[in-house]
């Protein structure tokens, strides 16, 4: 989550595009041809500052999500093998904060 996001925000972190460059070449090359779910997870805290923005939690999912979608197309991942999820706060990992922010590239 945070390694990828800033609290309440969609936009990819600039350092997380190494990581993501790291996933696009595995997901072309050991795992080409699959279908890839991205699925965006957040924790159960209601958004407060950005609710204008998102609404609630599975918004902000759905978007980041996307964003990582996004991303791994520009990176070559063929887009028909993409599909994206937002789960908000509904597939909790546990009772940490950090674990439920997150999003996973599911192969």
């Known amino acids: 989550g945070d390694v990828l996001f800033d609290p309440g925000v ?3 972190k600039p350092g997380a ?4 460059d790291k996933i696009a070449a595995a997901l072309n090359g050991d795992y080409a041809g699959k279908a890839i779910r991205v699925e965006g997870h957040t924790d159960a805290d209601p958004l407060v500052k ?6 609630d939690n599975r918004n902000l999912s759905a978007a980041r999500a ?8 520009s990176k070559g991942v063929d ?3 993409l599909a ?3 789960f908000g706060e509904h597939h909790p990992r546990g009772d940490a904060k950090n674990k439920n922010r997150r999003v996973e590239i599911v192969v």
């Open 10 to 12: 969609a936009t990819l």
């Open 79 to 81: 887009a028909k093998r």
């Open 50 to 55: 950005t609710k204008a923005q998102w609404g």
């Open 66 to 73: 996307i964003a990582v979608t996004r991303y791994l197309e």
């Open 17 to 20: 595009k190494a990581t993501l």
């Open 84 to 86: 994206s999820v937002g």
